[in-house]
């Protein structure tokens, strides 16, 4: 299954980054990532101003993708701007770009988070899933990491919290 992940931390070597790293390495598929920090994504209006950004086309590339994989550190129980930025211009797809925005239904999704707490509250994920049940996306889950300094090694079989790693 070739999956993609989107990377939406404001530091693209950070803890977030290095997970996905370990996620990538452990995985016995294609994983690419995008890291949102590379393109140019204007926030969602509704007068569609940002129709020349980078969004569409990145998305073009993401749905060539069995499986997407958001991957975002938790900033005051949410996602970072960046991924919240990313997930808003998705409404661009229900309105303006339908046809695109149905290629989306089936797609797998799932969630990769780290953060400082020891515990991820859940209004955290039900942001994601709700949106991809909305969008008709099965949802696998999530893996969050705590970290305090150096982030532990992932183990191999990355199966926590209901997460599929394949």
Same mark, same amino acid.
């Given at each position: 299954m070739s999956t993609a992940i989107i990377l939406g931390s404001c530091r693209s070597n950070g803890n977030t980054a290095r997970l996905v790293r370990q996620y990538q390495q452990?995985? +016995?598929?294609?994983?690419?990532? &995008?890291d949102l920090n590379t393109?140019?994504?204007?926030?969602?209006?509704y007068a569609y101003q940002n129709?020349?950004?980078?969004?569409?086309? #990145?998305?073009?590339?993401? #749905?060539t &993708?069995?499986?997407?994989?958001?991957? +975002?550190?938790? &900033?005051? &129980?949410?996602?970072?701007? =960046?991924?919240?930025?990313?997930?808003?211009r998705i409404s661009d797809l229900l309105s303006q770009d339908k046809e695109m925005g149905r290629a989306l239904r089936g797609k797998s999704v799932?969630?990769?988070? +780290?953060?400082?707490?020891?515990?991820?509250? @859940?209004?955290?994920?039900?942001?994601?899933? @709700?949106?991809?049940?909305?969008l008709g996306c099965p949802y696998e889950?999530?893996?969050y990491i705590p970290f305090d300094g150096d982030m532990p090694k992932i183990p191999?079989?990355?199966?926590?919290? =209901?997460?599929?790693l394949n």
């Open positions: 452990a995985a +016995t598929s294609n994983v690419s990532v &995008y393109f140019s994504i204007g926030e969602f209006d129709q020349s950004d980078d969004f569409n086309s #990145l998305f073009k590339q993401l #749905l &993708y069995q499986k997407l994989v958001f991957a +975002t550190p938790v &900033y005051w &129980y949410s996602p970072s701007a =960046r991924m919240k930025i990313f997930l808003d799932a969630l990769l988070a +780290t953060g400082g707490d020891v515990e991820v509250k @859940h209004c955290f994920e039900e942001i994601f899933i @709700h949106t991809f049940r909305y889950g999530m893996l191999m079989d990355i199966s926590v919290n =209901r997460f599929v």
